[in-house]
């Protein structure tokens, strides 16, 4: 389980930089997107959730973190959603609104020019 | 119960709110009336907070009175109060120089101020490292606002870099929390503090990469060598009034690195100890060498004004990562001087600008310019002041600084630091003799723009402000001999901390 979780957030966060690291916005946008969930995994693996052990008190069992996950992280995870569910509101309007004023989706604001760069990319 | 510590939020936040729904129904003159009250309000509450810590030394709040483990502590010392007036008084100046006009013009604009003086304020008295991430983001959304209302072409532009930059710097800034929280199951800085020093050795190795990734994540908010290049651009294509506020931004990573690095991986911190100064000290000065460069190089008076930001910014790591307290006073007043001085000059080069017409703050094209007695005159002091030439603010800022440099670092530092001062001096001579001085003595037929009372009060009360803290050097070094103290003394906070209970709520079994 660990590995399973471990290589998700690896694979995730890796294939976010790649496209952070691309040079059309909507790449960077997904790319932003992807490493926020990576990010989100982390914290929530960060709790060290168990199975069977719900964040929620039961009458009758000693209210220590041995019976129960801790119900932070998952609280914090809820948090950073929404900032991150946010942002990528903001940076999709940032977005239409430089293709409609500069008339390209190139993160310059500009199309690179082939010829100069020794053709093709 | 005090609820002092919890106002420099809260009354910006409740300005903010309150003038979103005024802006619907009402005239733009209501709007500036609440504004101008909602400042006053602040102003009052950060002098009494200044007032108030130099009495009590530290004030804890424990916000929903939930104990400090389990809560969001905010905690209140000398540095706090500081820089939470700092902020305040870079306002208001600001909130006047808006109000000449620009205001009219961004969606907004009232609102997203507040809210960012709410989310500033919060950053810099929380406790909390998660909170201390949920107010970077309310500043940064806010600024994201600010920066983009009404703006086109090559704003929009700068505007995709720094919002996208940013963006990805919280996600890493998640990323450390998320670490650090596995590791030592709190997120109170403090306490986090006292665990640091208690971890068993086989967790080491994660607290410091998470460590490592938080220290990374301050130096990209503070512009800190390899990850400042969304900033000169950022900041040159900001609204006037805006950019003069942004100055404090990069001041707020630094804050949180000072702030996070003396408390939580300072002395008592086993083997993590003193883990950022090591890195910051070479790559501080390699900031300023080419943030100096940038002043001389630059096409546009703005530009060069963002590389003063940088500059500042680089001397502060240099300041701060000396670790000593006389060099992190002379840090602390550097700091606010740095945030004034470089305001005004952002202010006057719009104003500049708007003189010049079509040839806007272009060096290069040497152009006339109507009415430049008054121009030229603040533009000098502002000058003398941020190059650190004798007797304004600067000067006494660096000569402190220089002061504290401990002997076996004291060849390379002076001459980094000195070398430095040289190349504003030249760079903004430059820019003065273009802009003022090598210029047509006849008049040219365009008449003068319409420069408002409002504008060159801002700029003046700017100014006032660095004259003020030449003045009171005295008193005011005083103070931030205090606060340098009060922050290497880590003990002191983990026992007030653990001391404070809640006074309404049963203690927890």
């Known amino acids: ?79 950073a959603i929404v900032i991150a569910f946010a942002m990528t509101a903001v940076t999709v309007v940032v977005a239409m609104r430089e293709h409609a004023d500069l008339h390209t989706d190139h993160v310059d604001g500009e199309e690179p020019d082939d010829d100069a760069r020794g053709g093709g990319r | 119960m005090n609820h002092l510590p919890v106002l420099p939020v809260l009354v910006p936040l409740v300005t903010g709110a309150l003038l979103l729904l005024l802006e619907r129904r009402h005239r733009m003159s209501i709007q500036r009336i609440w504004a101008w009250l909602g400042m006053l309000a602040m102003l009052a509450v950060s002098v009494t907070l200044l007032v108030q810590v130099q009495r009590e030394d530290l004030l804890v709040y424990l916000l929903g009175d939930w104990p400090a483990k389990l809560g969001i502590t905010l905690m209140v010392d000398r540095l706090s109060a500081l820089m939470v007036l ?278 290069m094209p040497i152009a006339s310019m109507p009415n430049k007695t008054l121009p030229a005159a603040l533009f000098l002091v502002a000058a003398v002041s941020i190059a650190g030439l004798p007797p304004l603010s600067g000067f006494i800022g660096k000569l402190q600084l220089l002061n504290s440099v401990p002997e076996s670092q004291l060849a390379w530092i002076w001459a980094v630091i000195l070398g430095s001062s040289l190349m504003t001096i030249i760079g903004l001579s430059r820019s003065g003799t273009r802009l003022f001085w090598r210029i047509d003595a006849s008049p040219s037929d365009a008449e003068a723009p319409p420069v408002r009372r409002a504008e060159i009060g801002a700029v003046l009360l700017l100014l006032a402000y660095g004259i003020a803290m030449t003045v009171a050097a005295g008193p005011v070094l005083r103070y931030t001999n205090a606060a340098a103290a009060q922050l290497l003394d880590v003990d002191t906070y983990i026992q007030t901390l653990r001391q404070t209970d809640p006074q309404i709520r049963e203690p927890s079994p």
């Not at chain 1, 719900?54 to 009758?60: A, F, H, I, Q, Y």
């Not at chain 2, 490592?212 to 000169?232: D, E, H, I, S």
């Not at chain 2, 703005?302 to 590389?307: D, E, F, K, L």
């Not at chain 2, 945030?339 to 003189?355: C, E, G, K, T």
């Open chain 1, 1 to 79: 389980m660990e590995f399973a979780i471990a290589s998700a957030i690896g694979v995730l966060a890796a294939s976010g930089i790649y496209l952070l690291l691309r040079a059309r916005t909507f790449d960077v946008i997904l790319g932003l997107t992807l490493l926020s969930y990576a990010t989100n995994l982390l914290i929530f693996a960060a709790g060290r959730p168990v199975v069977g052990k719900p964040p929620v008190l039961r009458d009758g069992v000693a209210q220590t973190l041995a019976n129960y996950s801790d119900p932070l992280p998952q609280a914090l995870v809820l948090t």
């Open chain 2, 86 to 363: 700092t902020t305040t008084l870079l306002a208001i100046p600001c909130l006047m120089y808006a109000c000449a006009g620009w205001d009219k013009r961004a969606l907004h604009f009232h609102a997203l101020f507040q809210m960012q003086l709410a989310g500033l304020n919060g950053a810099f008295l929380t406790g909390d490292l998660f909170n201390l991430f949920v107010f970077f983001e309310v500043m940064l959304i806010a600024s994201y606002g600010l920066l983009l209302s009404g703006a086109r072409g090559a704003r929009i532009k700068a505007g995709m870099h720094y919002v996208v930059f940013n963006i990805a710097a919280s996600v890493v800034f998640l990323m450390a929390l998320g670490l650090l929280y596995g590791m030592l199951g709190t997120l109170n800085m403090t306490e986090m503090a006292a665990r640091i020093a208690a971890a068993p050795p086989e967790r080491t190795m994660l607290i410091h990469a998470g460590a490592g990734l938080l220290l990374l994540v301050f130096c990209a908010k503070a512009a800190l060598l390899p990850l400042y290049l969304w900033l000169p651009e950022a900041y040159a294509r900001a609204p006037a009034a805006v950019a003069a506020l942004f100055t404090v931004m990069t001041k707020v990573g630094l804050y949180a690195i000072l702030r996070v690095y003396t408390l939580m991986f300072g002395e008592a911190a086993g083997p993590l100890a003193n883990l950022a100064w090591d890195w910051l000290l070479p790559a501080g000065a390699a900031t300023i060498v080419l943030a100096a460069l940038g002043v001389i190089g630059a096409p546009r008076l703005r530009i060069a004004v963002a590389y003063l930001v940088l500059l500042s910014a680089g001397t502060l790591f240099v300041a701060f990562s000396l670790a000593n307290p006389g060099a992190i006073s002379a840090g602390l007043y550097y700091l606010a001087h740095s945030v004034f001085v470089s305001a005004s000059l952002f202010l006057l080069a719009d104003i500049i600008q708007r003189h010049r017409g079509s040839n806007g703050d272009y060096l």
